[in-house]
């Protein structure tokens, strides 16, 4: 019998059928869901990873000194650019503008940063006109990080990743890669966005819909002219 909280008045029986059925698989899911990060958190410990330098404010940083004192992980989400357009990936602008709005969460038990290839002056103007006040973005030395962790490959072609570090006494050790496509398609880190989330429980779903710097921009004159 589905959960009469989660049916309004009026609702038939075909519906209360499917809803029942749905909320069982909603169960099942958030049971796989939870193992899956399970599993991800008993991983064994990564390879020590050399201490990378970037670009932040005219001045060198490295991945060591990413972390906060008494934080020893860090998450690092790569933006990925196209120096020949001077152009971000509007999917991945997409996925840190939520990082932006819950950075003060998730930074009370981890380190959290944004890097890219692109130079730091074109980073920074891109964070200001997207409003990310609450992230730290550093530009790549270089294309060793990028490569690296799968960010780019040897023709430079970018690819968007999330990365995490765990910081021990000496070093800092790889934990965890992830790209957008997983093996044959994407939706490989949609958990990341609540965009695709909210969009999904939708009778449309998010269907062809892909994000937009255009239409963000124009989204975020329209809110703006409501505040």
């Not at 020590?48 to 670009?55: A, E, G, L, Q, R």
């Not at 989400?77 to 971000?88: I, N, P």
């Not at 800092?172 to 093996?183: D, F, G, I, K, S």
């Amino acid at each position: 019998m589905a959960d009469s909280s989660l049916l309004m008045p009026g609702a038939d029986a075909a519906y209360r059928h499917s809803r029942d059925r749905l909320r069982t698989a909603e169960i099942e899911l958030r049971d796989r869901i939870e193992a899956v990060a399970a599993m991800r958190r008993q991983l064994p410990p990564g390879p020590v990873v050399p201490d990378y330098t970037f670009i932040e404010s005219g001045s060198a940083v490295h991945v060591s000194e990413l972390f906060a004192a008494d934080k020893p992980y860090l998450i690092l989400y790569h933006l990925m650019y196209w120096a020949e357009d001077d152009s971000f990936c509007p999917s991945c602008s997409m996925w840190i503008d939520g990082f932006n709005g819950v950075a003060p969460h998730v930074t009370q038990q981890a380190s959290f940063a944004v890097a890219s290839r692109a130079p730091f002056n074109r980073l920074r103007e891109w964070a200001a006109r997207r409003e990310w006040r609450r992230l730290r973005v550093l530009s790549d030395d270089g294309s060793a990080f990028a490569r690296d962790i799968g960010a780019e490959d040897t023709e430079g072609n970018p690819d968007s990743t999330i990365v995490v570090f765990a910081k021990e006494a000496d070093c800092v050790r790889h934990v965890y890669t992830a790209h957008p496509r997983l093996e044959d398609r994407g939706q490989g880190i949609d958990l990341l966005t609540p965009a695709y989330a909210l969009l999904d429980l939708t009778p449309a779903g998010r269907g062809e819909w892909d994000p937009s710097n255009a239409a963000f921009d124009t989204s975020l004159r329209a809110l703006a002219g409501k505040t």
